[in-house]
Each structure stands twice: as C-alpha cells, then as structure tokens.
C-alpha cells in the first residue's frame, strides 16, 4: 500500500542536522517550491551551526507584484534585483534580473562572506532571478570553495539551480519530496521462544509491542509491509490498512525476502525495522530516510556511540544480495561484506535501539516510556 508521504511541515531542523552531519557532505541546501517551509527551516538550522555563529550573509526578499531586493544582513544594505515586467509569461516568474544588484551589493556581500573567518554562511534564496547573472553565480561557486553554506535553493529547472543542488558535496532537502521513493519492511515473525509466546502482541504502554513500530514509520514511505508468521499480527496490520505478508517460513531470509518480494519496482531503498524495538523515535526514522534520499549509495544504520544496529536502510543496489541471502542469515550478511559503504546515524538515546526478547526485557524497556 502506497503512503501519502510525510509533510515536509512535520520535518524538524533536528532531524536534518543529525542527518546532515552523518553524511559527512560540505554544504546543505533545501529545495522545494513556494511555500514549502524552507525560508522556516533554515532559519531554524542556523542555530546548529556550531558556537561560532554563521554569517546570515544574504537574504531575498520581495513586493509581490512589484520587485525582488537583496539585502546583505552584515551591513543591512538593500539592492534591487528583480523587477516586474508584465510581458514575461505566467503566472509565476514574472521579475526580470537586474544585474546591477548582484553585480553590485550582491557581490560585496559574497566576498565579505569569504574574507570573513566563521565558517558558515546563509543564504536565503537562490532562484531563477540569481541564475541570470553570471558572475553573481561563479561568485556562488568560489564562496562555496572557501566557506561551507546553508541555503535556500528554489526548484525549477534551471542549469545553475540544478548544478548546485547536484553537487556531490551537497546535503540537499527537497520540501516537496523529503523522501524519494523509499520502502519499510518490519520484520515481524519471531516464534518468541524465549518470551514465551508472540511478544509483538503483548502490552507495552498501553498498546501491542509492534505498534509503536507501526506508529514509527506511518506515513513516510511508498511502500510498507509486514512481514509475520502471526494470524493476530496480520489481522492488525490490516485493520490499519497496512500491507502484511503472512508466511509459516522458518529463517530470517525468508522475512527479508518475502519484504522485498512485494516492493513496487524503483524503489531506491528499504529500510528494515525489527518489530520489537518498541523505543524507536520517529524522528530517527525520519532521519535515515533523509540520509538516504541524499546518499544513497550508502547502506545506513542507526547507531550509538560508532557502533552501528537496527534499522538499517538498504539501498537497491544491495537488493539482489538480500534477495539471495545464505540460508539463516540476514542483512547483516551483505553489510558485512561492504564496511567501506555503511553511513552510521547516531541516535539520542541508547534504548532506541534495544530490543525485548524476554520478558524482563519488557518491563525493563517500560522504565523509559516517559510518564
């Protein structure tokens, strides 16, 4: 069942900084069409930057209708760089540039940017206005050769535009679509042989183990499916309308394969959740499927203190390995045999990642439910 996908509005500057940082990617841009938040957010990130406070070094700003200005934010200085011409066609991009302002405060303000000794710079936006100018957008470049920068980058399909947010050493956040055509599988089909019976079903706050693994990953992914052995489990997942796969296989490569079998073709990647990690923040799912829209060539885990765990995010280039896993084995087989391709993202809490599989793991997981 395809989901509707997250509101870029429920993203938090949080979650794309923990992402941001575990990429290990020079600038971060947001993208997106008008308004999708990211004039919001950026001004939310820029309290990440470290202690060493970013120059805000320039900010757009417009009379609709009218005119486009730049302001350089050091001196507080405006210039006009766009103004309306009723001859463009429409109904949106109407300004024609005005080179005078980039080439003028535009570019003092890109070279204080660079002389300057912080080691951020923001800007908000760069658009199609912008791309008119040449020297303005080579500026761009060269301050992003001395500086690392936060900034706003309208989508449209423009050459500047498209370069910058294509840039290898670039974190980009499309607003629009956060997160590009991924998948979830949660792996629901322990015996609970050592709990004494189907675990996932058993209380934990007030609600079945596995449904805080359900309420985790709701309402992020193209495609979600449970994977179980359990007649009660599939009867609640589809209650919810949620995809289950129900199977009497005995090995944990029969779970991830029967996960993929019903995966819709192009998806980029597919993260794994085990359905006894009932700790796990939303926030951290959020978090790995950034990372993988922006990265996905890595394989990307969660993880505490550099030690990587569970979920793990595999993208489709690992697919056809986790489709032909030895007998017995799991995801652990194909990591395992590409350390150099593993991102890890650092969760908050260690309990995020510890899983119930005896009793007194429960009732000691239930001690960090908040009251």
């Not at 926030?283 to 829209?293: K, Q």
Request: one cysteine or more; aromatic letters at 8%.
């Amino acid at each position: 069942m395809k989901n509707t996908g997250m509101p870029a509005r429920r993203l938090t500057a949080g979650c794309i900084w923990n992402s941001f940082k575990s990429s290990g990617r020079r600038h971060l841009i947001l993208t997106g069409g008008r308004k999708s938040g990211k004039t919001t957010l950026l001004g939310e990130l820029a309290g990440f930057l470290g202690e060493d406070r970013p120059v805000w070094g320039i900010t757009t700003w417009a009379e609709p209708g009218k005119a486009v200005y730049l302001r350089d934010n050091t001196t507080g200085q405006t210039a006009l760089t766009g103004i309306f011409d009723p001859g463009l066609p429409g109904p949106e991009n109407r300004m024609r540039t005005v080179e005078e302002g980039f080439l003028g405060l535009g570019l003092q303000a890109l070279s204080r940017c660079v002389q300057g000794k912080k080691e951020w710079a923001v800007i908000d936006e760069i658009g199609y206005l912008e791309s008119g100018c040449e020297k303005y957008c080579q500026a761009i470049r060269d301050l992003m050769e001395k500086k690392r920068i936060a900034a706003v980058v309208r989508r449209q399909s423009l050459p500047f535009l498209e370069e910058l947010c294509r840039r290898r050493d670039v974190f980009l956040v499309d607003l629009d679509s956060p997160f590009s055509h991924l998948g979830c599988v949660i792996m629901a089909s322990g015996q609970g042989k050592r709990f004494g019976g189907n675990k996932l079903m058993a209380d934990f706050g007030g609600k079945p183990l596995i449904q805080w693994g359900l309420d985790a990953s709701e309402g992020i992914f193209d495609y979600r499916m449970v994977v179980t052995r359990h007649r009660e489990i599939e009867e609640l997942c589809r209650s919810q309308r949620i995809s289950a796969c129900f199977h009497d296989l005995p090995f944990r490569s029969d779970t991830v394969r029967l996960g993929l079998e019903g995966a819709p073709a192009g998806l980029k990647g597919i993260l794994f959740i085990p359905g006894d990690q009932p700790l796990l923040k939303k926030e951290t799912v959020v978090s790995l499927a950034l990372c993988a829209s922006a990265c996905p060539e890595r394989i990307w885990r969660a993880s505490w203190e550099g030690q990587g765990g569970s979920p793990v995010l595999f993208p489709a280039w690992t697919f056809h390995e986790l489709r032909h896993l030895t007998q017995g084995q799991g995801g652990s087989q194909v990591i395992k045999r590409h350390p150099g391709c593993v991102g890890l993202l650092p969760v908050k809490n260690p309990v995020e990642l510890m899983d119930a599989d005896r009793q007194e793991d429960l009732k000691r997981l239930e001690k960090y439910l908040r009251p």
